[in-house]
């Protein structure tokens, strides 16, 4: 039967304390002096008093050195280790507390090694070849995407990333080389062209720069969207040239049977009627032309009052505030061009002519230019499409030729040109905010 540490202390005190005096009379009554007694009295009890503190403090010691070496094992990473119940009862539950602190870990450490698998296993197996290099641009990690595409299959860990790609077709050695985020085209050695997207993220783990590279390809994705976009040319073209040709042709009919009988006198009149559906089929194929063959914005800087002054010749706004003290920096004929298209349609959304605004402001590195109006806004299924060519909100009705789809997205088509942005949203209390975003460069720093 085990002692607790309170017995055993007082055990000890007690031998202690009666062994020496038991020694002291012995010695007294055997004639011995006070001096020689308690001499023997010491010289019995100190040994005693020894061996009852290593035999009190042996339990202690023995739980210390297991704790040390459950702690040594916990910092190594080694949950494995469980101390024995046998202990004092004053310290059964430091036991307990103990064995459920190692219970948990090692249940932590089973969820983050199945969740490491899991991860690992989804790195591994997804299409995306994925490259993590370290602070020195050694490879840390490469999936199977990315040993296939970059190093024919085998493992490219360690590996020096410049040396890897040293040996790749330039367009793909160039994306790869950068840090942003670019679409193109690579042919590969098979002679096959595949289109790739390339991203590339810092950031730091455990304190040390790391650079994460995301190489996905795009072929089947665009050839699907290229696809979609060609059916819906088609059936826009289709619909407008039904539209135009069958009138026209009803109408040279009706012509043709008017001079069969002589009746020259309503011949203008459908003739007129010909060229006019000619003109209109005229100015939407040249419509159509004219997005396809968009060029090259030409960025220069743009002194804002005499840009507004000629954007209000050719159109009816309200300037919201004042333009920006610093001069604009982008081509002044496309973006007059998507400021027309812009106002023209917040005219035609029904909204009042005087509260159709333009607003100017720059912040930072960003000039945003806002086309505001008070129409009916648009639901949120038509914004998620209004940017997309061939898609219009205007109805062909009595004297309308309904809309070509194709403002909007000529808007945003100069607007990504400029290496800007477009976004519309409803404003609050009916009407609808076109915002368009463009970069703007940053002064020089003044040389102190």
Do not use: C
């Amino acid at each position: 039967m085990r002692l607790s540490l309170r017995v055993r202390a007082l055990l000890a005190l007690a031998l202690a304390g009666v062994v020496p005096a038991l020694l002291l009379l012995g010695a007294r009554r055997a004639g011995l002096g006070d001096l020689a007694a308690l001499a023997l009295a010491v010289l019995v009890a100190l040994p005693l008093l020894v061996w009852l503190s290593a035999l009190w403090l042996a339990p202690l010691l023995r739980l210390s050195r297991a704790l040390e070496g459950a702690v040594l094992s916990y910092r190594d990473g080694d949950f494995s280790l469980s101390l024995a119940p046998e202990a004092p009862r004053e310290l059964a539950a430091l036991m307990r507390l103990h064995a459920e602190l190692g219970q948990a870990l090692r249940e932590q450490r089973q969820h983050l090694a199945q969740r490491e698998l899991l991860l690992d296993t989804v790195v591994q197996n997804t299409p995306v070849a994925l490259v993590l290099t370290a602070p020195s641009e050694r490879i840390a990690i490469a999936n199977l995407a990315a040993r296939q595409l970059l190093g024919d299959g085998r493992s490219l860990a360690g590996l020096d990333f410049a040396t890897v790609i040293a040996g790749l077709p330039e367009t793909l050695r160039e994306a790869l080389a950068g840090d942003g985020d670019r679409l193109f085209a690579v042919t590969l050695p098979d002679g096959s062209e595949e289109t790739f997207h390339h991203s590339s993220r810092a950031f730091r783990l455990q304190g040390q720069p790391h650079r994460l590279r995301l190489l996905r390809r795009m072929t089947r994705e665009l050839s699907r969207a290229e696809v979609a976009t060609w059916k819906r040319v088609i059936r826009v073209l289709s619909h407008e040239l039904n539209n135009s040709l069958a009138p026209i042709s009803s109408l040279a009919h009706s012509a043709a049977e008017l001079a069969r009988r002589g009746d020259v006198q309503r011949l203008p009149a459908v003739l007129a009627a010909i060229g006019e559906r000619a003109a209109h089929l005229h100015g939407f194929l040249s419509g159509y032309a004219s997005f396809a063959k968009l060029p090259a914005p030409r960025r220069q800087a743009v002194h804002w009052p005499d840009f507004l002054e000629r954007l209000t010749t050719l159109a009816e706004f309200r300037l919201d505030g004042a333009a920006p003290a610093p001069p604009g920096w982008f081509d002044p004929a496309q973006i007059e061009q998507a400021l027309l298209n812009l106002i023209k349609n917040a005219h035609e959304s029904g909204s009042p002519g005087d509260a159709v605004e333009l607003r100017l402001s720059q912040r930072g590195a960003e000039l945003r230019i806002e086309v505001l109006d008070r129409g009916p806004g648009m639901s949120e299924a038509v914004l998620a499409q209004a940017l997309l060519p061939f898609y219009s909100t205007k109805r062909a009705g009595p004297g309308s030729q309904g809309g070509t789809g194709l403002g909007l997205a000529l808007v945003r088509e100069i607007a990504e040109a400029h290496d800007g942005r477009i976004a519309l949203n409803n404003r609050d209390g009916g009407g609808l905010r076109v915002a368009i975003t463009l970069p703007q460069p940053q002064p020089a720093a003044e040389v102190a």
